[in-house]
């Protein structure tokens, strides 16, 4: 397209006495397009966009089409090629929408800025993770420095206060301090009552809050916008962190996601103009710094151990000196490990069995191996009662062992109180039928032997 001085030009020439050849050589142009300039004039004639469809015939569709739809234009343009048989680019489709009033304009935002040391953001996100083979929900918690937007984040199966704390202890740890102030959600982890301004900290997290310098502040309910510094880093960590990468166990997961911190603050970010890691170093100075004495984070219970030398915590179980058995221990929680105290004299370390259910972590030396030994001379004492009465009888004692685990003590004891219970001829008739079957069920074996039994021993019929 010409602009209007190339136009300007063209007609200056012309009243000059030039030809239009002579002026398409100085201006490099055309002859034909000198010649359209020409007739059009001085003045660049209106713009008309022709338009493939009439956006009249389009209008009254969009109000049924877009409540339909819930309001996804992607959606407004596939129902009206099926539909109605339109192919209307999607920009297109978008201005007819804004223009119907449909959709409310886009409505200018503002910017929060803080000074140096002055606020950090706190909070958490569901994400579907692949640990080993299994992909698992977990919770990602971050934490991120309003000026610098330094970030830091990690892993955890569950958020309790337990993991608040441990994490941000992680997270100022990571920083090198911790700012003035630090804004979260109204979630219950953190608060006791109330929300927004009238949200009151839970006394255990204010404690915390003090140790470290810092003070939690609330949003209000509804206003996300108000940690948007915290909120854009999840869609980052999900589509660059968690894209094709798979972890072996938790250990892995948090290893993994520190060292992803240390690169992905090392970027350039185009609101700062330089990367995280080089903000931080004006904002550093500003930071609370970290206390003399960082105490560990941990929790106490107190639990009974059972009678076969465990404790139970967090539906996992944890071995004890079967000395200990019936006896009240001291349990400390802490992020890594779990020990156990017994008149304030440590008894047991245990990891921590974090994310795993019913899962059993026993040390060598709290349980002995009597009790296997015992079992093993009954299960063999009962085996030799059975055999040598009869070969098929041998026979099926074999294969029971084989159909069950470990040295079948309860099973073949089983057996031998239906031997002595019922009756020679009906248990060995019953025995015949099950190993032709291959029936193993001790339950089943008695069942036949009952309707063995039952017409010589029992009177079935109703007598009137």
């Known amino acids: ?135 698992i929900k977990v919770q990602c918690a971050s934490l991120v420095l309003g000026y610098s937007r330094k970030l830091f984040m990690q892993y955890y199966p569950c958020f309790t206060r337990f993991e608040a704390k441990t994490f941000l202890k992680a997270g100022i740890e990571f920083m090198g301090g911790s700012c003035r102030r630090c804004i979260i959600d109204n979630t219950s982890v953190i608060l006791s009552a109330g929300s927004g301004f009238n949200a009151v900290v839970s006394p255990e997290m204010l404690t915390f809050a003090r140790m470290y310098g810092l003070e939690f502040v609330a949003h209000r309910v509804n206003d996300p916008d108000r940690k948007g510094k915290i909120e854009r880093p999840f869609y980052y960590i999900e589509t660059n962190f968690l894209a094709g990468r798979t972890f072996k166990d938790w250990g892995d997961l948090n290893r993994q996601a520190r060292e992803w911190c240390l690169i992905a603050n090392q970027k350039e970010k185009r609101i700062l103009g330089m990367a995280p890691d080089t903000a931080f170093i004006q904002e550093k100075p500003y930071l ?111 294969a029971l062992k084989k159909h069950v685990r470990g040295s079948g003590h309860r099973q073949l004891n089983r057996l031998l109180n239906l031997k002595r219970m019922y009756p020679k001829e009906a248990f060995f008739s019953a025995l015949k039928k099950a190993e032709h079957y291959g029936l193993y069920d001790l339950n089943r074996l008695e069942g036949l032997i009952i309707k063995s039994v039952a017409g010589d021993y029992f009177n079935l019929e109703e007598t009137l």
Do not use: W
């Open 1 to 135: 397209m010409l602009t209007q001085d190339l136009r300007q030009a063209i007609h200056g020439l012309h009243q000059c006495k030039k030809s239009n050849r002579e002026i398409s050589k100085i201006l490099k142009l055309s002859r034909n397009t000198v010649k359209a300039v020409l007739e059009q004039g001085k003045e660049l004639p209106p713009q008309t966009r022709k338009s493939r469809h009439q956006a009249a015939d389009i209008y009254p569709l969009l109000p049924e089409l877009f409540t339909r739809c819930l309001g996804n234009g992607v959606r407004v343009k596939e129902v009206l090629e099926e539909e109605y048989a339109l192919n209307i680019p999607y920009d297109t489709l978008k201005r007819y929408i804004r223009n119907a009033g449909l959709r409310a304009p886009v409505k200018r935002v503002g910017e929060y800025v803080f000074e140096p040391g002055h606020e950090m953001q706190h909070d958490t996100s569901p994400h579907g993770v692949l640990l080993g083979d299994k992909k």
């Open 288 to 398: 609370v710094p970290l206390p003399e004495v960082l105490p560990p984070i941990y929790e106490h219970y107190q639990r009974l151990v059972d009678c076969q030398g465990y404790v139970n915590l967090e539906t996992n179980r944890y071995s004890a000196p079967e000395t200990l058995i019936g006896k009240t221990v001291d349990v400390y929680k802490y992020p890594e490990t779990v020990r156990f105290f017994h008149k304030h004299r440590e008894i047991a370390v245990h990891p921590r069995l974090s994310g795993k259910r019913n899962e059993r972590s026993r040390l060598p030396g709290h349980h002995s191996q009597n009790h296997k030994k015992q079992t093993h001379q009954a299960a063999s004492k009962t085996e030799a009662e059975l055999r040598g009465h009869c070969p098929f009888l041998d026979q099926y004692v074999s």
